[in-house]
Nanobody, 124 residues
Framework: QVQLVESGGGLVQAGGSLRLSCAAS????????MGWFRQAPGKEREFVAA????????SYADSVKGRFTISRDNAKNTMYLQMNNLKPEDTAVYYC?????????????????WGQGTQVTVSS
């Protein structure tokens, strides 16, 4: 079993930056791929970024490519999402997730473990 806890959300002006963290416990952190998803009010949860077990492979949604960077530190059991040049449309609850796979996944249904979410609000 894996427990995930997100932190780092908050209120920021458009053009600003935030760094989200996801602390993991339970299974060996380096044994599974992870991802970030987000859900805005009235919308379905959507893929943001994913990273494989080692951090050597990543994938991004087109809407965040070039602005967000996903990374992980297996020694610290922590995954990160650096978000730059934030836009009002990035406002959502951000969730970290883990999958019982080594290779990264982009589909919500592929993930087995979820954090409780952290709110990100970008003002215009």
């Amino acid at each position: 079993q894996v427990q995930l806890v997100e932190s780092g959300g908050g209120l920021v002006q458009a053009g600003g930056s935030l760094r989200l963290s996801c602390a993991a416990s339970g299974r060996t952190f380096s044994s599974y791929a992870m991802g970030w998803f987000r859900q805005a009010p009235g919308k379905e949860r959507e893929f943001v970024a994913a990273i494989n077990w080692s951090g050597g492979s990543t994938s991004y949604a087109d809407s965040v490519k070039g602005r967000f960077t996903i990374s992980r530190d297996n020694a610290k059991n922590t995954m990160y999402l650096q978000m730059n040049n934030l836009k009002p449309e990035d406002t959502a609850v951000y969730y970290c997730a883990g999958t019982n796979q080594f290779n990264l996944r982009t589909a919500t249904a592929s993930y087995d473990y979820w954090g409780q979410g952290t709110q990100v609000t970008v003002s215009s």
